[in-house]
């Protein structure tokens, strides 16, 4: 079955440490998308890339980077930079207009 | 730039119809959209109505789009205890297949 995949589902980073979110789909879109989901708040958009090898910034991007080397993958790296990191990321993929499919998303905490 | 609003809450009985409103300002917008977030998981796309259609059903779920005052909302007919959850309203613009997102609106149904 096509879809996203996200690993891991929980992640807990310590002080000054980068961790990597990974997100696989095997559904041939070729946009995907990086959303961070605070508690009782909407979505805002960190990163997202059209193509292969090519990326832009969202709303949100400092303290964070992304790398498209693959259609099938678009994986996360939450920086040290990035000083709140404590969310629910999501990522998604879309072809044309008929909406994003979501992964499960990653829950990562600081400790 | 681009904005969504939704009102937060909305409880129902089950069996009772629910009506969850959303209004957008980007009046480019192509496609607006209807996720639902079930706790700890990933959004999934329910239904999303061109930007030229007036009103859309699939089953229990009926989209009304008013352009002019670029209003949309979502019934969902005969709302069971399984619709318990938070809905999304989204719209894309024509800027790299983005969308924008609202809060999302927490729907209980009470038995």
């Known amino acids: 079955d096509g879809g996203i995949t996200q690993s891991p589902k929980y992640l807990f980073r310590k002080e000054g440490q980068n961790v990597t979110l990974s997100c696989e789909q095997n559904l041939n879109h070729d946009a995907m998308y990086w959303y961070r989901q605070d508690p009782g708040q909407g979505l805002r958009l960190i990163y997202y890339s059209q193509i292969v090898n090519d990326f832009q910034k969202g709303d949100i991007a400092e303290g964070y980077s992304v790398s498209r080397e693959k259609k099938e993958s678009f994986p996360l790296t939450v920086t040290s930079a990035q000083k709140n990191p404590t969310a629910f990321y999501l990522c998604a993929s879309t072809l044309g207009g008929s909406g994003y499919t979501f992964g499960s998303g990653t829950r990562l905490t600081v400790v | 730039g681009e904005d969504v609003e939704q009102s937060l809450f909305l409880s129902v009985r089950e069996g009772d119809s629910s009506v969850i409103n959303c209004t957008y300002t980007?009046?480019?917008?192509?496609?607006l959209y209807w996720y639902k977030q079930e706790p700890g998981a990933g959004l999934q796309l329910l239904t999303y109505i061109f930007s030229n259609m007036d009103m859309k059903q699939d089953q229990r779920l009926t989209v009304l789009l008013n352009k002019k005052d670029k209003h949309l909302s979502l019934r969902i007919a005969d709302t069971q205890t399984g619709d318990s959850a938070i809905y999304f309203c989204a719209e894309r613009g024509t800027n790299a297949g983005k969308s924008t997102f609202g809060d999302g609106t927490t729907l209980t149904v009470k038995p």
């Open positions: 980007d009046s480019s917008s192509t496609y």
